[in-house]
DNA sequence: CTGAAAGCGCTTACAG
DNA sequence: CTGAAAGCGCTTACAG
């Protein structure tokens, strides 16, 4: 049916092999017979077959992206830059999305998933580190995110603590005392959610301001959520003067019951959040946040699954990534 | 290495033949040799390899998605429901980001990525029914929006002019005489723009409301550009009491202009766009727009092209397949 | 520098 | 109901 290398090298005039150097770029071929390749290759309009290649070298070429759902803005933002990133080096990114369920995480580990790439970029969210370490097989697999910090593991990931800590002291510095705290557990310390809340209580002891664990609202990271949690603390009564959603659409969903209330922002509260996703920009009034380095966590995260993948060295320690951050004034905290 | 069919086979005391056959659900088997080949199976922890599997069947089980940037609100929903509706029936999608550069949308109809996949669904933005239908090979391919109508081709689409014209009814009834519209150009009458364009001017007609072209601002749907415009029109010394963004980013950089300006919304202008992206209903004020029934334009176009893929027909004419919408009236525009 | 052969792990006619 | 054989289209040692 289609044309294959069978048929470019009777064309050619060579043996099978020579096409096959010609195509893998083999370095010591004749430029007489290199050309007369390639001339039959146009003419005859072969295009290689990559499954038949996959089957044969173990390589697919396309890289495992494993997330909970991709039209979270911030998911989509990274697996947009991903794609480009990984593109730029001849490899295609499949998207598993989790929904956060155990099951999913754990078949992306060892099922058809991982048999149809060559390496995997996992933002584990319920399972944990020995779990994946118990189904970790030959392939390179490098974490993204914060739920798993374990030396074991490459990870790339964000400064969650100094950044919370910034944002956090920047309220503070402009003399905001109460700051809510928006889809984190009181005494949770662990996972985005955790340092996040980790930096929050940092800046705070050393502004010399107790902590209030009346002021944590816990959610799931859904801009719904967000509103309701604002919801929440206004019809108990929680007096409070900033908002801190620890991530953006948490803190706009705050921002929405904020003015559907009647709440002025920022005159009377505050409000900021993490990741600098494209509306924080146009939000009305725009979003005070935490620019987390999206773009250098995509391009490393990529650079280092592809060292390990084209790699020689197996590596035994994992190698931590930390992106940069930058604090983003705008509107709603000034 | 791993375990292959072959090592099932042996402990089994089965030919190859009668494995594949439990694998394939063939019918026809007896229940005890069917059960030695599972035990076998699950002793072994035998798994397919979906990539030898693929080079003798010809089926990769993968469907293609082409878009322009998956990082956009609308595309990332879309992607994500499409993902949800394929995994249901056993398929994967690959996503291919064209950013609208011809180039990519042609090569992405042809080249390695057709070959990965067993069928595409396709959002052309930049090149027309003939390049494609040049390039159409035997797979399947469902085109998704409306860059594209052509009885040629299978299409999932949505009412655009039916939804123009609804929500335009809506500013018109609420007395807003001077709309503008962002993101096409006067003449456009092809395409989503063009489409809702033309909703926009027939509901106008209807009412005895002329069209005034200094009104419609061209752009790129893009957040940023849906600002830059509004801000144009309002340095042009331009009057209007109401902007249609013609989608949902479009109208919240529109929104955000007009708060910066001190215009107050929906009291001097009202805003509405298109979409219903998640954002718009937790925008300040919530925003008013049309839902174009995203949910059932996964469902059907996944169904479509899964039928073209697995069914027996070839089907001379292309089917054409349109989700209903609903008007989605919010605070930004009463 | 190039060739002839083996084999990756399946599915698919072809037999019986 | 089940088996023996061929072959999908490549890459990879092995020779020379």
Same mark, same amino acid.
């Given at each position: 049916m289609a044309v294959t290398m069978n048929d470019v090298a009777r064309a050619a005039g060579v043996s099978l092999k020579t096409v096959s150097n010609v195509l893998n770029d083999y370095e010591f071929i004749r430029p007489a017979t290199k050309q007369r390749v390639q001339d039959a290759i146009v003419e005859l309009g072969y295009e290689a077959n990559l499954t038949a290649r996959s089957l044969r070298s173990g390589k697919t070429r396309m890289l495992g992206l494993v997330l909970s759902d991709l039209s979270a803005p911030y998911y989509a933002e990274l697996a947009?830059?991903?794609m480009k990133a990984a593109s730029l080096r001849g490899y295609r990114v499949l998207v598993e999305q989790s929904d956060a369920v155990a099951e999913v995480e754990l078949n992306a580990l060892q099922g058809p998933f991982r048999q149809l790439t060559d390496g995997l970029l996992f933002t584990p969210l319920v399972?944990?580190?020995?779990?994946?370490?118990?189904?970790l097989g030959k392939k390179p697999l490098v974490m993204l995110g914060e739920h798993i910090l374990d030396p074991r593991f490459d990870l790339v990931t964000m400064k969650n603590e100094e950044a919370a800590a910034a944002l956090t002291a920047h309220l503070l510095a402009a003399g905001r005392?109460?700051? *809510? +705290?928006? &889809?984190?557990?009181?005494?949770?310390?662990?996972?985005?959610?955790?340092?996040?809340?980790?930096?929050?209580?940092?800046?705070?002891?050393?502004?010399?301001?107790?902590?209030?664990?009346a002021l944590i609202a816990p959610c799931e990271w859904r801009r719904d959520n967000g509103a309701a949690a604002v919801a929440g603390l206004l019809?108990?009564?929680?007096?409070?003067? *900033? +908002?801190? &959603?620890?991530?953006?659409?948490l803190a706009l969903g705050a921002l929405h019951e904020l003015l559907i209330r009647g709440v002025r922002v920022p005159d009377e509260v505050a409000v900021a959040g993490f990741d600098d996703i494209d509306e924080a920009r146009f939000a009305s009034p725009s979003l005070t946040t935490v620019s987390p380095g999206m773009e250098e966590i995509a391009q490393r995260s990529i650079a280092l699954l592809l060292d390990r993948i084209e790699g020689q060295e197996t590596a035994g320690q994992g190698v931590h990534v930390e992106a940069g951050f930058q604090l983003k004034v705008r509107e709603s905290a000034p």
């Amino acid at each position: 049916m289609a044309v294959t290398m069978n048929d470019v090298a009777r064309a050619a005039g060579v043996s099978l092999k020579t096409v096959s150097n010609v195509l893998n770029d083999y370095e010591f071929i004749r430029p007489a017979t290199k050309q007369r390749v390639q001339d039959a290759i146009v003419e005859l309009g072969y295009e290689a077959n990559l499954t038949a290649r996959s089957l044969r070298s173990g390589k697919t070429r396309m890289l495992g992206l494993v997330l909970s759902d991709l039209s979270a803005p911030y998911y989509a933002e990274l697996a947009s830059r991903l794609m480009k990133a990984a593109s730029l080096r001849g490899y295609r990114v499949l998207v598993e999305q989790s929904d956060a369920v155990a099951e999913v995480e754990l078949n992306a580990l060892q099922g058809p998933f991982r048999q149809l790439t060559d390496g995997l970029l996992f933002t584990p969210l319920v399972i944990d580190a020995d779990a994946i370490a118990a189904r970790l097989g030959k392939k390179p697999l490098v974490m993204l995110g914060e739920h798993i910090l374990d030396p074991r593991f490459d990870l790339v990931t964000m400064k969650n603590e100094e950044a919370a800590a910034a944002l956090t002291a920047h309220l503070l510095a402009a003399g905001r005392r109460r700051i *809510a +705290v928006v &889809g984190a557990r009181p005494e949770e310390s662990t996972g985005s959610p955790g340092l996040r809340l980790n930096g929050y209580r940092k800046a705070l002891e050393q502004a010399g301001v107790p902590f209030d664990p009346a002021l944590i609202a816990p959610c799931e990271w859904r801009r719904d959520n967000g509103a309701a949690a604002v919801a929440g603390l206004l019809d108990k009564g929680v007096a409070f003067d *900033a +908002v801190f &959603g620890l991530n953006d659409v948490l803190a706009l969903g705050a921002l929405h019951e904020l003015l559907i209330r009647g709440v002025r922002v920022p005159d009377e509260v505050a409000v900021a959040g993490f990741d600098d996703i494209d509306e924080a920009r146009f939000a009305s009034p725009s979003l005070t946040t935490v620019s987390p380095g999206m773009e250098e966590i995509a391009q490393r995260s990529i650079a280092l699954l592809l060292d390990r993948i084209e790699g020689q060295e197996t590596a035994g320690q994992g190698v931590h990534v930390e992106a940069g951050f930058q604090l983003k004034v705008r509107e709603s905290a000034p």
